[in-house]
């Protein structure tokens, strides 16, 4: 089955404890990204990969670490989390954004509800 | 990238049909517009998408005028289980499609 996992699923952790969320795709999908999600804020892009070692910003990434060393995962770091992070957080994975005016539909994970005290 | 403007929320009644609009009046010539729908706890899910006139698939319709600076999302005859957000979203290649800014989107409840 065609599928973005993530994990953990939930995640209640301490300020200052690193932390990794994992990402994988079984689509061999080109464009991966992760987003967080918290009331009233809606979605916004963290950060993203147009391929394997290729990552760039989004709108919110202080704070975030992420790599990607195979096309098929994209963990998301928080080297010292804080309680602003605190979020609802997605991964997200389309074949590519490329091409004349086209938009790959983005696959979303699960979500990982994240909660830093 | 272009901004949207998307009305905060909608009421409807089963088996009615609702429509939703969004303002983007700085779309770029390249940009598509593009709908997705998001239930609770979920990531969002696509719906649709469109350059121009009208997009039509198993689930909505998609109007969009001739100036694109508007487009309008139609779901025929919702039911409960379309209760959800939906968001509308612009961008092509000159205007960054990596990022995808997904905005409040519009919070749709339908009741019996």
């Known amino acids: 089955e065609a599928q973005v996992t993530q994990n953990p699923r939930y995640l209640i952790t301490v300020t200052g404890k690193k932390l990794t969320v994992t990402c994988s795709q079984n689509?061999?999908?080109?464009?991966m990204s992760w987003y967080r999600q918290d009331p009233g804020l809606g979605l916004r892009q963290i950060y993203y990969s147009m391929n394997v070692e290729v990552t760039d910003k989004g709108d919110v990434p202080e704070g975030y670490k992420v790599s990607r060393k195979e096309k098929r995962n994209f963990p998301l770091i928080l080297e010292s989390p804080s309680p602003n992070q605190t979020s609802l957080y997605f991964c997200?994975?389309?074949?590519?954004?490329?091409?004349?005016?086209?938009?790959?539909?983005?696959?979303f994970g699960p979500g990982t509800r994240l909660t830093v005290l | 990238l272009a901004k949207t403007t998307q009305p905060i929320s909608m009421d409807s009644y089963e088996g009615q049909e609702v429509n939703i609009t969004c303002s983007h009046n700085?779309?770029?010539?390249?940009?598509?517009i593009t709908w997705y729908q998001q239930f609770p706890s979920q990531g969002p899910r696509f719906i649709i998408q469109g350059y121009k006139t009208k997009v039509t698939n198993e689930v909505a319709s998609l109007f969009i005028p001739a100036d694109r600076k508007s487009s309008t999302l139609s779901l025929p005859r919702v039911s409960l289980s379309d209760t959800a957000v939906y968001y509308c979203l612009v961008g092509g290649p000159n205007t960054g499609f990596q990022k995808l800014v997904f905005g409040t989107g519009t919070r749709l409840l339908v009741s019996p």
């Open positions: 689509m061999n999908h080109e464009y």
């Open positions: 700085n779309i770029a010539t390249n940009d598509y």
């Open positions: 997200a994975s389309s074949l590519s954004i490329s091409g004349f005016g086209r938009t790959d539909t983005q696959y």
